[in-house]
């Protein structure tokens, strides 16, 4: 049941604060949107390991910050910003370790003077990469592949995918339509290439 005053879910909104603006549960608000914001993350890292961590970093980012928000209607797309903004620390974070580690193990290569194991990761990311649509919307840029899996993969309307990213319809309609054109460029090029090799 939506709220006709904030057009959010009844169920998110727990009262009036002083001023006549809306409280927000927002316990209830991250259960009921942690589908699709689950949707995104996993579009911007691609790590489906990741996507847990992330999303516990947006309902902390949104339980300690939340109380700044006086729209309740604007919980779907300030969830959205968060999620995207923790997406990006994420992988900052994950970057500054991976070159920490390539840095010990290539000291290590060097010390010992021979080469280091295959990396079982990398031999599982080379595998998937064998699957074209997942390889394809792995080359888009993450909005796209965040697009499109909110269309196809969730499903969604083009008003649902406006209401939730704090877009207008015709944003959702034209950004979808580069999103395809850009995947099927993707896979005509992954085509081509596998049938010049």
Do not use: F
Not at 15 to 24: E, H, I, S, T
Not at 51 to 64: K, N
Not at 76 to 90: D, E, G, I, T
Not at 116 to 144: F, G, K, T, Y
């Amino acid at each position: 049941m939506m709220s006709e005053a904030t057009g959010e879910p009844a169920s998110a909104i727990t009262g009036r604060a002083c001023g006549g603006v809306a409280a927000v549960d927002w316990q209830r608000a991250l259960a009921e949107h942690a589908g699709w914001l689950r949707t995104v993350v996993l579009a911007r890292l691609g790590e489906p390991q990741a996507v847990d961590e992330v999303l516990q970093e947006v309902a902390l980012a949104a339980l300690s910050g939340g109380a700044r928000l006086e729209d309740a209607s604007k919980v779907a797309p300030w969830l959205y910003r968060l999620a995207v903004r923790q997406s990006l620390l994420y992988r900052r974070k994950r970057g500054r370790q991976r070159k920490l580690v390539n840095r010990y193990a290539a000291q290590l290569c060097h010390t010992n003077g021979k080469a280091a194991d295959p990396d079982p990761l990398a031999w599982l990311v080379a595998s998937e990469r064998h699957q074209l649509v997942r390889a394809a919307l792995n080359m888009l840029p993450p909005r796209d592949a965040q697009i499109l899996m909110l269309k196809y993969a969730e499903d969604w309307s083009y008003e649902m995918i406006a209401r939730h990213l704090g877009v207008s319809q015709s944003a959702v309609e034209a950004r979808l339509h580069r999103a395809r054109q850009r995947l099927r460029r993707c896979l005509q090029e992954m085509q081509a290439q596998e049938a010049d090799a």
